[in-house]
């Protein structure tokens, strides 16, 4: 006995548009609407715009809380607060960022296999610690009856290991990440820059060398992000002490250069094309992770003499009292012994650092006047 539905009813029924059937078919099968795939290229790195956001947020924050400062403080906590903004938001990008070297060439090139016609493109190449970028873009876009713009990314640091040779379960994860692109059927110019980094032999070893450079420049530029949170807070307590922290990050940072720019490959990477060789050269990550370094460490050290030879306007310009900094930083060579209270300890303190206090003051005479219930009073003389 066979089985007969009627489709009477739902012939019958009209198409009743709303909020959420916009741009649906009147009839079908009952189900929603599928649309088609909205293929985009990546215009743009996900991580580092998304550290460059969080940075503005804080900063834009900042901007807003700024006018409950008063006087010139304001200007004093701004230029504090920006520039440990713009560290951490360098150390993060050097991290991170794609641009260590990069190179960019316009060449004619064969495209895929079966594509016996060859391309006008734009080849870029952006190595960082962690991977490679690859880029693949027609000019114009619209050839062989293709929309020609790639951007594929291949890695080297999860985990940091070489592997071994070739491309089986066990090799390196660069190598296993070109076999797929092998079978996902990439343009030839893309696997041709990437085979470079499969090989290791002799003196060919353009993966080894760049994941060995990236693993050890990460690791020195890493430890220096808890170097400057540690500036941030001793600024806040001893300014000398954060001076000496503000220079040891930026001697770390310089360190992950001159790592990277040493243990790469001796032979310089060169992939040669029809009209062009793409050879790639440091980048903006190199440079500015190399300048920002370089200022912190020059910024310390001057910190470090305005805080022998200027003590009142660097503590003022740090928000510390000097004479307060000044007991921070000798306290330790007191020894309290045993029945002493705190205000024999504070006496002793001040006869026997007295001497370096005024020492350190250059503008101002500073003077300890009174001992009261354990506690200092400090007058000063201009």
Not at 18 to 32: A, C, E, I, N, V
Not at 141 to 149: D, F, L, M, P, S
Not at 303 to 314: K, S, T
Request: with cysteine; charged share 20%.
């Amino acid at each position: 006995m066979g089985l007969y539905i009627s489709t009477a009813a739902v012939e019958s029924r009209k198409w009743v548009t709303g909020f959420f059937t916009s741009f649906r078919t009147q009839y079908g099968d009952g189900w929603p609407t599928l649309y088609g795939p909205n293929k985009n290229p990546v215009t743009a790195d996900v991580l580092e715009s998304g550290f460059i956001y969080a940075a503005c947020i804080i900063a834009i924050s900042f901007i807003v809380i700024l006018p409950g400062i008063r006087g010139r403080e304001k200007a004093f906590v701004s230029c504090r607060f920006f520039y440990s903004l713009f560290v951490f938001l360098i150390i993060m990008l050097s991290l991170f960022g794609q641009e260590w070297e990069t190179s960019k060439i316009h060449t004619k090139t064969q495209y895929k296999s079966g594509i016996g016609k060859e391309i006008e493109a734009e080849i870029g190449i952006k190595i960082g610690l962690h991977s490679v970028n690859i880029t693949l873009k027609g000019t114009p876009e619209k050839q062989v009856n293709e929309t020609i713009n790639y951007n594929e990314r291949f890695h080297w640091s999860y985990p940091w290991t070489q592997g071994r040779n070739f491309f089986g379960p066990f090799a390196g994860e660069i190598n296993q990440e070109y076999r797929a692109a092998q079978y996902k059927g990439l343009p030839y110019p893309i696997l041709w820059i990437a085979e470079y980094f499969t090989f290791d032999g002799e003196g060919i070893r353009w993966g080894r060398h760049y994941r060995q450079a990236g693993f050890f420049a990460h690791i020195a530029i890493w430890t220096a992000f808890p170097l400057w949170i540690l500036t941030n807070i001793l600024f806040f307590m001893v300014i000398r002490y954060g001076a000496y922290f503000m220079s040891l990050t930026g001697l770390l940072m310089v360190l992950g250069n001159i790592i990277f720019s040493s243990i790469r490959n001796v032979n310089d990477l060169a992939v040669p094309f029809e009209d062009a060789i793409l050879a790639p050269k440091y980048g903006w990550c190199y440079y500015i992770n190399l300048i920002t370094g370089i200022s912190c460490i020059l910024l310390g050290m001057l910190i470090v003499f305005m805080d022998l030879r200027y003590p009142g306007e660097i503590s003022s310009f740090f928000g510390i009292d000097v004479l307060q900094d000044a007991e921070e930083f000798y306290a330790g060579g007191i020894t309290r012994l045993q029945g002493e209270t705190q205000e024999d300890v504070r006496k002793k303190f001040a006869s026997k650092k007295r001497k370096q206090i005024l020492k350190r003051s250059r503008n101002k005479v500073f003077a300890i006047t009174a001992f009261e219930e354990g506690s200092v009073f400090y007058s000063y003389y201009a």
